[in-house]
């Protein structure tokens, strides 16, 4: 299953579960030293970017490749964009913001060089790949997603921080209901119905971590 298709999937229970891309949104924000007119947000998702944001602005530009998110997005002040941000020709803001989206980029080096080139104050958060390491581990999958050491990699000029999340659930079988309905998974674990039922059976795992990096140019 495409990216894409997973996130409109996802789009009915995002708001609820996903309570820690909304923590990190508003981390994201907290960091934003200026309070843009203009804004522009990659990967805005149903608008937990937008919802932080406690000053006046004139305009905010959100883009996202799931039609089913950005019908839950809000529209006031807002001109919504559907479009991959990899294939994005960058409108003219004074700010450019992306929360828990750019892991997805098929090509995350040559977008945070377009996004540098734009010279405007940047705010990124990405999760890595140590996300739902414990899980993988168990599966002996690997992540899809970039890790830590190559997204810094990536990210010339900018500043960063690492932060950690752990989530307690009362089983495995709610660990499996979180990674497929909170969009972090982009499209859930590539596992068969049989390790499914081994996993929840088994009831091994029962907190998993997710880790954010965020980077910023101010």
Avoid at 92 to 121: A, G, R, Y
Avoid at 127 to 136: A, I
Avoid at 149 to 169: D, H, K, R, T, W
Wanted: hydrophobic letters at 35%; glycine letters at 6%; proline letters at 3%.
């Amino acid at each position: 299953m495409s990216v894409e298709k997973a996130f409109s999937r996802s789009s009915r229970n995002y708001e609820s579960r996903g309570f820690i891309q909304n923590q990190v949104a508003k981390n994201l924000v907290g960091r934003v030293k200026e309070r843009p007119k203009h804004i522009l947000d990659l990967g805005c998702g149903s608008g937990f970017i937008y919802k932080n944001i406690d000053w006046e602005f004139d305009k905010f530009i959100g883009v996202d490749f799931s039609k089913e998110m950005l019908k839950l997005h809000p529209k006031f002040k807002t001109e919504l964009i559907f479009e991959n941000f990899d294939a994005l020709k960058f409108p003219k803001s004074d700010t450019l913001i992306s929360s828990s989206s750019l892991q997805w980029s098929s090509n995350l080096k040559e977008l945070l060089e377009k996004i540098s080139e734009l010279e405007i104050p940047t705010y990124l958060s990405l999760f890595t790949s140590k996300t739902f390491s414990e899980v993988h581990k168990y599966f002996q999958t690997s992540s899809p997603i970039y890790s830590l050491n190559e997204i810094l990699s990536f990210a010339n000029g900018f500043q960063y921080e690492v932060e950690n999340f752990e989530i307690e659930f009362s089983n495995s079988r709610e660990v499996l209901k979180y990674i497929k309905e909170s969009g972090v998974s982009g499209g859930g674990l590539s596992i068969s119905p049989n390790q499914i039922r081994n996993f929840i059976s088994e009831d091994v795992i029962q907190n998993i971590t997710l880790e954010i990096v965020y980077l910023w140019r101010d």
